[in-house]
């Protein structure tokens, strides 16, 4: 992944493959831009496939943030909101889980609380070369009727300038937000793992709890994704 980082393709297409993973490209019909995706190949080399996920790197671009989505399905529809992240602004990186987090014994699908997985290890070199992300999660409304987003900045504080603009623009959406870092907020993600790593490292993150009321709606999805890419746009800008 590093190499892909770095934009050097063909290296991380050969290292890729002694671990059973693809890299292909192709140009997103919404955007228009050309992205790389690399994926479990274990399945098409006569194995089963690893449930190790995917990542989507934007390719026109060098690269300045990433969008994660830890619960694909199991949170819904919060893979679609990273997908129209992905599109909103240039420089980002999608880092998609593979499997449910109900998977497997105990927790050990879910990636968000876990260090020992494909998705801790890509998000780990992002926050190794400082870049900013936002990690999506999903929520039952009854879990919090009085909020339809929680926005936290996990376990620090390096990210509350980007959660001030964020919650500004989902306030302006007329989404009832609670910000985690001036009042205390259920599912804050103190515990996220990827948040840890971020705060060891004094990088920004952004962990992002919707209602299933937003996940289900594709009008209030987009909002949402819309109020993410005005901070994403300032990421792209440096």
Same mark, same amino acid.
């Given at each position: $992944? ?5 934009? /050097? ?41 690893? %449930? #190790?996920?995917?990542?989507y790197v ?5 690269? *300045? #943030? ?10 819904? +529809?919060?893979?679609r909101? %990273? ?8 420089g ?6 593979? =499997?449910?987090? +109900?998977?497997?014994?105990? /927790?050990?699908? &879910?990636?968000?609380?876990?260090? &020992? ?17 936002v990690q999506?999660? %999903?929520?039952?409304?009854?879990s919090?009727?009085?909020? &339809? ?8 504080? *390096? =990210?509350?300038?980007?959660a ?6 989902? *306030? ?6 609670? @910000? ?8 804050? %993600?103190?515990?996220?793992? @990827? ?14 709890? $919707? ?5 289900t +709606?594709?009008?209030? *999805? ?12 300032r990421?792209?800008r440096?």
């Open positions: $992944m590093a190499l892909l980082l770095d934009g /050097n393709q063909e290296a991380a297409r050969r290292k890729l493959a002694e671990v059973d993973y693809s890299l292909q490209s192709f140009t997103d019909e919404v955007s228009g831009r050309r992205f790389a995706e690399v994926s479990d190949a274990a399945a098409f080399t006569g194995g089963r496939s690893r %449930g #190790w996920g995917r990542v934007d390719l026109s671009t060098p690269i *300045r #943030w990433s969008v994660q989505v830890p619960h694909p399905i199991a949170d819904e +529809n919060t893979e909101v %990273g997908a129209e992240v992905l599109r909103g602004e240039p980002g990186v999608l880092v998609l889980a593979g =499997a449910h987090r +109900n998977a497997g014994k105990g /927790n050990a699908a &879910d990636v968000a609380h876990r260090t &020992d997985s494909v998705f801790h290890s890509v998000i780990d070199e992002l926050i190794k070369r400082k870049m900013p992300g999506l999660h %999903g929520f039952a409304n009854e919090f009727p009085e909020f &339809d987003v929680v926005v936290s900045t996990g376990a620090g504080d *390096r =990210a509350v300038a980007d001030r603009l964020l919650s500004k623009g989902l *306030r302006a959406a007329d989404l009832e937000v609670c @910000q985690a870092w001036s009042r205390k907020c259920k599912l804050s %993600g103190t515990s996220n793992e @990827q948040g840890l790593d971020a705060a060891e490292t004094d990088a920004r993150f952004l962990h992002i709890e $919707m209602n299933r009321g937003i996940r +709606n594709a009008e209030s *999805r987009s909002e949402v994704a819309s109020a993410i890419s005005k901070l994403t746009e990421w792209e440096g």
